[in-house]
């Protein structure tokens, strides 16, 4: 696998399928699972997929860290994403890191981790629900906005 300035995704679950659906109309990607029976799932569906835990240097080469653009660390275990970030860092300095912080308390420690940018969705759908609550709008309007602009990025 040769890929070059391509996105690494450390995890699947419910917070990466619409990233990878997102991700796979721009660039080329290749996941990282852990679960043996979830990797052969992705690659039967035509994913790049490497099968091994997300701290794994090995895996990591061989997932491309070295030639990557990014990194999305999401496996929804912010302890193990915190590793996955450190480890991620020390192979390749001037990446792009992504992570979610599943709990809102931890976003601080995975950007002291190392990851660049750190998105909280509890915090997002907190400030969703008190602005829905305050205003009377209907967030779903907000949200349709926020996806016209990302979409069009």
């Not at 300035?5 to 080329?28: Q, S």
């Not at 992570?99 to 308390?105: D, H, L, M, P, Y």
Request: charged share 30%; hydrophobic share 40%.
């Amino acid at each position: 696998m040769e890929l070059r300035d391509h996105v690494i995704v450390l995890g699947y679950g419910y917070l990466t399928r619409p990233v990878l659906d997102k991700l796979g109309k721009k660039t080329r990607y290749v996941v990282v699972a852990t679960d043996p029976e979830l990797a052969e799932r992705l690659q039967l569906k035509g994913y790049e997929v490497v099968e091994s835990e997300s701290v794994n240097e090995e895996a990591l080469e061989a997932a491309g860290i070295g030639r990557a653009s990014a990194v999305v660390v999401a496996s929804e275990n912010d302890a193990e994403d915190a590793l996955s970030i450190l480890t991620v860092r020390e192979h390749n300095p001037e990446i792009q890191i992504i992570s979610v912080a599943s709990n809102v308390e931890n976003a601080r420690k995975l950007r002291r981790a190392g990851a660049n940018t750190v998105i909280s969705p509890a915090n997002i759908v907190g400030k969703l629900l008190a602005e829905s609550a305050l205003t009377g709008e209907d967030t779903e309007k907000m949200l349709d906005e926020m996806r016209y602009r990302l979409r069009e990025a």
